[in-house]
């Protein structure tokens, strides 16, 4: 069964630097078509998505977020990395991980989800 | 880059009404389009792949259409745990995946 849970720190300081931690099981980043994208939501707003990393290690970011997103594969086989530095309070919200299969045959969907973890910003 | 507008941003309907929530893309974005519903404190799940197929497991009652630019997700007869915000989502050649606003919908 694919299961995605998040991890990181519930509260930072502005200007900090943000690193959550997905980690998946049922399913293997190194198999081709297999992807973990990164989706926050702020309160009451729309989900946004931010980055995506590939089974080929590809990684694309949002072009509004780029400059402070690093998305990378954990040291473990079942874990995805990301960090945003100098984070704002515009950046509260709930983050989520997500599998994708870019695969022949098979729906472009955001189709497992985490359960989100989230993350205020404050001083 | 591309933007998804929905419309309207909420309604109120009657269990057993026909609903309707649209999805207008700024430019042509094919049948490259997914729906989601999100309940309150969950996360979004997929209803509709590719403009207009239903994802396994999800009720008939649930029907995507449209192309190109136009796109309608359409419940024919509201059930009460339909409630929730319902989410159009477009996705590129190159990984990209962009929301519409959202459209919340609720019992009357």
């Known amino acids: 069964q694919v299961a995605l849970r998040e991890s990181g720190p519930a509260l930072v300081k502005p200007t900090q630097t943000l690193t959550l931690t997905c980690t998946f099981s049922g399913f293997s980043l190194s198999t081709s078509g297999m992807c973990v994208a990164w989706i926050r939501q702020p309160p009451g707003k729309a989900p946004e998505w931010l980055a995506l990393?590939?089974?080929?290690?590809?990684?694309y970011y949002s072009t509004s977020l780029k400059t402070r997103l690093t998305v990378s594969k954990g040291t473990s086989e079942n874990r995805v990395v990301l960090t945003m530095t100098n984070v704002d309070p515009v950046d509260t919200g709930t983050y989520y991980c997500?599998?994708?299969?870019?695969?022949?045959?098979?729906?472009?969907?955001?189709?497992?989800w985490g359960q989100g973890t989230t993350v205020t910003v404050s001083s | 880059d591309i933007q998804m507008t929905q419309s309207p941003s909420s309604l109120s309907a009657s269990v057993g009404d026909r609903v309707t929530i649209t999805c207008q893309a700024s430019?042509?974005?094919?049948?490259?389009l997914n729906w989601y519903h999100q309940k309150a404190g969950k996360a979004p799940k997929v209803l509709i792949y590719d403009a207009s197929n239903l994802e396994t497991g999800v009720p008939s009652r649930f029907s995507g259409s449209g192309s190109g630019i136009h796109f309608t997700l359409t419940i024919s007869s509201l059930q009460p745990e339909d409630v929730g915000t319902y989410y159009c989502?477009?996705?590129?050649?190159?990984?990209?995946?962009?929301f519409g606003q959202g459209t919340k919908v609720d019992i009357k």
């Open positions: 989502q477009r996705y590129g050649t190159v990984p990209v995946y962009t």
């Open positions: 997500a599998r994708i299969r870019r695969m022949v045959g098979v729906p472009y969907t955001l189709d497992v």
């Open positions: 430019d042509d974005i094919g049948d490259d």
């Open positions: 990393i590939d089974w080929d290690d590809d990684k």
